[in-house]
């Protein structure tokens, strides 16, 4: 059996449900090959013993079980052992970051501009490549209208087959991120970081404030949003310097001082780096637009 692996999976965007078929195989059919799939397949064994071949490793996935095929340079082969196999396939697409590891570990934010929105509590999703399905009463109603669901054009069929689908991935989800102390640490802290943004915040102020080492409250943070509190501190004030420079008419100086910096030369450096403009040129593009 192949060793345990995790699917993480940026929520931002969410990932978009494609489409949903209902397969019967037979042991005599053979067996079938796929090279390069370009979307997520959740294999869900509904009846029989399925065999699947992922890059030379062999599964065998029973009724009741689920295999989650990711997309990428991956050699496929799959059959039926001993008896007719029926299952479903659920196929998903996902535009931002993912990867498959042992442990559970945050996908990178896939979206630039979040910072001024409310924190949300979950950013990744993880599922298990290969287990079996809980909650199989809550689930496989959701998979029987997904294979049902002839989409076309009709944007209404097109989300609500979506929500049909993120509420699914909801089932599926290794942890619940929301409900995790893990994560509501993360979120105290990102809702202190906005909320002090103007000020000067080290190490030392956050494990005052929240009586925790520094080195837990950065390992917090980055394990759930992917960030170190300085970065997401500072992709913050880039955020709010940019809506100052794009709404009023404050200068430069006085931007940089709103926004937490004492010295102008580093926050037009930061924000160069940032935007790939300097805070004038920024302003001046803007106003062309």
């Known amino acids: 059996m192949a060793q345990t692996a995790y699917i993480s999976l940026s929520c931002l965007p969410l990932p978009t449900f494609i489409e949903g078929r209902r397969v019967e195989l037979k ?32 599964q ?54 979040l910072m001024l929105h409310p924190p949300v509590p979950v950013q990744t999703l993880f599922l298990m490549q290969y287990h079996g399905v809980e909650e199989p009463e809550n689930v496989y109603p959701l998979v029987d209208q997904l294979v049902s669901k002839e989409l076309n054009c009709n944007s209404q069929q097109f989300f609500e087959a979506q929500e049909i689908f993120i509420k699914l991935l909801s089932y599926l989800q290794t942890q619940d991120n929301a409900k995790n102390e893990l994560t509501q640490m993360s979120l105290s802290i990102q809702r202190f970081l906005k909320k002090n943004f103007n000020k000067k915040i080290t190490a030392a ?20 949003i992917g960030l170190s509190p300085a970065e997401f501190l500072m992709q913050y004030r880039m955020e709010e310097a940019a809506q100052w420079l794009l709404n009023t008419e404050t200068s430069v100086e006085d931007i940089a001082l709103n926004v937490g ?25 803007a106003k062309r637009d």
Do not use: C
């Not at 009846?47 to 992922?54: N, P």
């Not at 956050?206 to 409250?217: T, V």
């Not at 780096?273 to 001046?284: D, E, F, L, N």
């Open 60 to 113: 065998h996935i029973n009724s009741g079980e689920l295999f989650i095929m990711t997309p990428g340079y991956h050699k496929y082969m799959w059959w039926a052992e001993g008896a007719t196999v029926e299952l479903d396939w659920i196929y998903g697409y996902v535009a931002g970051d993912w990867h498959v590891q042992s442990s559970l570990t945050p996908a990178k934010n896939s979206m630039d501009t």
């Open 27 to 58: 042991p005599d059919d053979g067996k079938m090959n796929q090279v390069h799939l370009e979307y997520f397949v959740f294999a869900f064994v509904r009846q029989g013993r399925l065999v699947m071949v992922q890059d030379g490793v062999e």
């Open 261 to 285: 910096f004492q010295n102008i030369y580093y926050f037009s450096t930061s924000f160069k780096k940032y935007t790939g403009v300097s805070p004038t040129k920024y302003r001046q593009n």
């Open 205 to 224: 102020t956050l494990s005052e404030h929240f009586d925790e080492r520094p080195n837990y409250i950065v390992r917090v943070l980055r394990q759930t």
